[in-house]
């Protein structure tokens, strides 16, 4: 199962942009990139998921570079509602490794006012 | 969209007791669950992979003794924590993935999880 690192932590203020990397140096061919949001005392919710190139849907993007070996997450005009701890998770696409993902530390996103 | 369910949502529990916590699919048929551990300020910790008619797989360290696990139809799980004690205390967080093809790729919906508190 491929590694991820990501920042231990990040501020941001309301209304702004905020981008978070993740690197996975060693994904797979076949594995997909998720963003998960988890707030405390929640379980983790999805957020994209992407496998190459850009993904944008209603709460995000996701930025994923030719060699994969990364991906940012970005959080348009943020608030104070999108404080939370980020995760970023590498898995196999059709399930050959039962869908099995490893969580690493997550990003904890603290939104200031 | 696929939910997740988990009962109950915390519990607390008397050292050397058991007790039993379900995952719920609701809007879906799951072949495979996950079930996680997460304990205060730390990221989630897989402890196994459940199996629809089968026996659940285990993550390296995770005693299949203490933490039994069913599966018994596509969109019931169960967690056994047997004989807990304070150091099982934590908040225990199921998963499920839709049958493949519905969305593609490795998306998991997550429970709300279960907060464990072993006196």
């Known amino acids: 199962l491929a590694k991820t690192t990501q920042p231990i932590s990040m501020d941001s203020y309301e209304g702004q942009e905020v981008n978070i990397t993740c690197s996975h140096n060693?994904?797979?061919?076949?594995?997909?990139i998720t963003w998960y949001q988890q707030f405390p005392s929640q379980g983790p919710r999805f957020i994209i998921q992407?496998?190459?190139t850009k993904v944008t849907n209603e709460v995000a993007s996701l930025f994923i570079p030719a060699d994969r070996k990364s991906s940012t997450l970005s959080l348009p005009r943020v608030s104070l509602s999108d404080t939370a701890v980020y995760y970023c998770?590498?898995?196999?696409?059709?399930?050959?490794?039962?869908?099995?993902?490893?969580f690493g530390d997550g990003t904890t996103l603290t939104v200031k006012p | 969209g696929a939910v997740v369910s988990q009962h109950p949502s915390r519990v607390i529990c008397k050292s050397g007791t058991s007790v039993k916590i379900e995952c719920r699919s609701l809007?879906?048929?799951?072949?495979?669950m996950f079930w996680y551990r997460q304990f205060p300020k730390q990221s989630l910790m897989l402890m196994a992979t459940?199996?629809?008619?089968?026996?659940?797989?285990?993550e390296q360290g995770v005693e299949k003794d203490k933490f039994l696990i069913n599966h018994a139809s596509l969109t019931l799980s169960t967690l056994t924590v047997t004989s807990a004690h304070p150091e099982d205390s934590s908040f225990y967080i199921c998963?499920?993935?839709?049958?493949?093809?519905?969305?593609?790729?490795?998306?998991?919906?997550f429970g709300p999880g279960t907060r464990l508190t072993v006196l």
């Open positions: 998770l590498v898995g196999d696409k059709d399930g050959t490794n039962a869908g099995k993902s490893t």
């Open positions: 459940s199996n629809e008619g089968s026996k659940a797989t285990y």
């Open positions: 060693n994904i797979a061919t076949n594995d997909y």
């Open positions: 998963s499920a993935r839709p049958p493949s093809g519905r969305k593609g790729g490795n998306e998991q919906f």
């Open positions: 992407g496998y190459k």
């Open positions: 809007d879906f048929q799951a072949t495979t």
